[in-house]
């Protein structure tokens, strides 16, 4: 059918399906002068957030396969990463076998969580998002429990360097000198002046991998008739229920090591709020790169960590250039990137209801062709 | 029956690796104190300067009634002492293989540690 358009047509479905896209690397394109950065420091701010954030946007692929649309729940599993991380700096565990023994302690937790968030997610079918963003408050209360009253008293926690002054809960900030940057520098790499975290690189590459791999097994096939068709999927012995579960679950898992990789490079965690903006920075970063709630790939998520992050490094320098005072560029910030924020979503659903006019539109075209057939 | 054992293999490989990666990774806190000390009726005298230093790295050095902090992670290390006098003038040198427990907090006596003739010396501290 698309080759019966017009060229204008064309164009204009191209512009609709990339707006998000488009539109930041126009407003990249014009604060990057502006704010006077070099490009040196640009490209080793992009290596470095790259290397910091891919992950966790690349745990969202899944999800997405599944039909499930973005996994605000996503949250749950950065908790996991964070609780990981709070004992190992405990036991005193760093380097390498101190990140590794983080994900593996976070694995049981955000399997579990998972396994919850798939279940309520199963009976708010066609209302994931909103359900798992909501979801994600929920569990955000019994993480603030466990790690606010039952660490230090009933899950032992001891080092005074970790608990408050009153003998239980965690405090507020946490420094990760154990096991900062150790993924970043495990293969150390320097061109000129640039750094590039090349293990950090290489673990990302491997999820890559693994979900270049996923798509083509037995439940990754699943994974997509489902998001084609429930009913049909159901009809033809999928366990619908047990593979959204699933898809959830390995989301969840993977959250949890994006959030370790990014604490470790970070190398300090905010107990109690670098999880907080976890899943909308995430969301709005696939969602950027030209990714939909039912369609996303692995050039989106990068495509997508390089304009976020351009617009959140630039931005404020940008502003403060433009007005000139610092704590308006660091508002003018604020106000970029959430508005684009907003911006991305409201795009996206105004391209699913051009999406479905058009499909519409198209169906009424079939129909009108097919009956002066009938008539001969 | 056959997925139940592949998953029991699993979790308990996932916990050996675990136990794996605490041995590995645990960094000892280890409290080097040069001061005078009763050890059961045996008087041993600190020495007025001494040199510290572990795996080759560089040497830290404390006076008489001082104490230095390292962080080590592994159970085996070279310890390298070098005693010298208040002038600076090297009196001795002495090296020992020093095998750590799975102990958070060590504390060791040097007085006491350049007495023991032992090359490998295993010393253990506080686990939390």
């Not at chain 1, 966790?56 to 609780?83: D, E, K, R, Y």
């Not at chain 1, 999928?238 to 970070?266: C, E, H, K, W």
């Not at chain 1, 495509?303 to 610092?326: D, T, W």
């Not at chain 1, 075209?365 to 009956?371: I, L, M, R, S």
Request: charged fraction near 15%.
């Amino acid at each position: 059918m698309s080759q019966n358009l017009t060229f204008t047509e064309k164009l204009k479905n191209f512009f609709i399906s990339n707006a998000v896209p488009i539109l930041f690397v126009v407003i990249t394109l014009l604060a990057v002068p502006v704010s006077g950065f070099s490009a040196t420091y640009l490209i080793q701010e992009m290596i470095t957030r790259i290397g910091r954030n891919s992950f966790l946007v690349l745990s969202l692929l899944l999800p997405i396969l599944a039909g499930m649309g973005l996994n605000f729940g996503m949250v749950l599993g950065a908790m996991a990463g964070q609780i990981g991380l709070i004992f190992i700096t405990d036991w005193s565990i760093v380097g390498i076998p101190g990140l590794v023994l983080a994900m593996l302690i976070s694995t049981p937790i955000s399997i579990l969580l998972g396994i919850l968030c798939g279940s309520v997610l199963n009976r708010a079918k066609g209302r994931e998002m909103a359900t798992s963003y909501i979801l994600g408050f929920f569990i955000n209360g019994v993480y603030q429990l466990v790690v606010l009253y039952f660490m230090g008293g009933i899950i032992p926690v001891k080092s005074p360097s970790l608990v408050l002054s009153r003998g239980y809960g965690i405090r507020n900030t946490i420094a990760l000198d154990g096991v900062r940057q150790v993924f970043d520098n495990m293969i150390p790499l320097k061109i000129g002046e640039i750094s590039i975290p090349l293990g950090t690189f290489f673990i990302i590459a491997l999820l890559c991998l693994f979900i270049l791999w996923f798509r083509k097994t037995k439940l990754g096939q699943d994974m997509r008739a489902i998001a084609q068709d429930m009913k049909v999927a159901q009809s033809a012995g999928i366990p619908v229920d047990r593979t959204r579960i699933i898809s959830i679950v390995i989301s969840t898992v993977l959250a949890g090591y994006g959030q370790i990789i990014f604490l470790q490079n970070m190398g300090t965690l905010s107990t109690y709020n670098s999880h907080d903006q976890t899943g909308v920075f995430s969301i709005a970063a696939i969602l950027i790169g030209g990714a939909t709630v039912s369609r996303a790939t692995i050039p989106n998520v990068f495509i997508g960590v390089i304009l976020f992050h351009m617009m959140f490094v630039v931005s404020p320098m940008a502003g403060k250039n433009l007005i000139g005072q610092a704590m308006l560029g660091e508002y003018f910030r604020q106000f970029i990137s959430y508005g684009i924020i907003a911006i991305a979503l409201v795009l996206h659903a105004w391209r699913r209801q051009k999406d479905k006019e058009m499909e519409r539109r198209s169906l009424r075209g079939v129909k009108a062709e097919k009956q002066p057939q009938a008539e001969k | 029956m056959k997925r139940t054992v592949f998953i029991l293999i699993l979790i308990a490989l996932l916990v050996l690796l675990g136990v794996w990666m605490f041995v590995l990774g645990r960094q000892r806190t280890v409290v080097m104190r040069n001061e005078d000390i009763d050890r059961h009726g045996i008087t041993y005298e600190a020495a007025q300067i001494v040199g510290i230093s572990f795996d080759g790295a560089a040497e830290t050095e404390i006076t008489y009634d001082d104490a230095a902090v390292f962080y080590l992670v592994g159970s085996s290390h070279k310890l390298k002492l070098r005693v010298a006098d208040e002038d600076g003038n090297t009196l001795r040198v002495v090296e020992k293989t020093i095998k750590l427990d799975l102990s958070k907090n060590i504390t060791v006596d040097i007085p006491e540690l350049l007495e023991n003739k032992e090359e490998v010396i295993k010393l253990t501290g506080k686990m939390w």
